[in-house]
């Protein structure tokens, strides 16, 4: 029979694990419209351009920390009346630092299954 103290650690898990996914679920949706997004520009510099702009110094990486709300309705719903390659930086920026921000929530879900694991055996 579980103890109190080992249902309440279950459970306090069992929030944290609905909360990181639903977090996960969050970015990763983020992250879908940001390569849509991203091709949508890609597609619409090509054709403006021809081909004359040097895209690889547009995709410099940037900081590392979880982006906004905000930031994001902002890279994703900006302007598209004239595409260039200073937007396909900014997306892959933000694109980025959604990256690093996944992999730390995954690593972060992980720990927590398996402590919860760890706990629903000790309980037994």
Request: aromatic share 4%.
């Amino acid at each position: 029979m579980p103890t109190v103290e080992a249902t309440t650690l279950i459970a306090d898990l069992r929030h944290r694990r609905r909360e990181l996914r639903r977090e996960l679920a969050r970015v990763r949706w983020w992250r879908r419209l940001l390569r849509a997004r991203r091709e949508l520009t890609l597609a619409r510099l090509a054709e403006a351009t021809a081909g004359d702009t040097d895209l690889d110094t547009a995709w410099e990486a940037l900081a590392a920390d979880a982006p906004t709300s905000r930031e994001l309705s902002t890279v994703i719903w900006a302007d598209e009346s004239k595409p260039t390659a200073n937007r396909l930086e900014a997306l892959d920026a933000i694109d980025h630092r959604l990256d690093s921000y996944e992999r730390r929530l995954s690593a972060n879900l992980d720990s927590v299954m398996s402590r919860m694991v760890d706990a629903m055996s000790a309980a037994r």
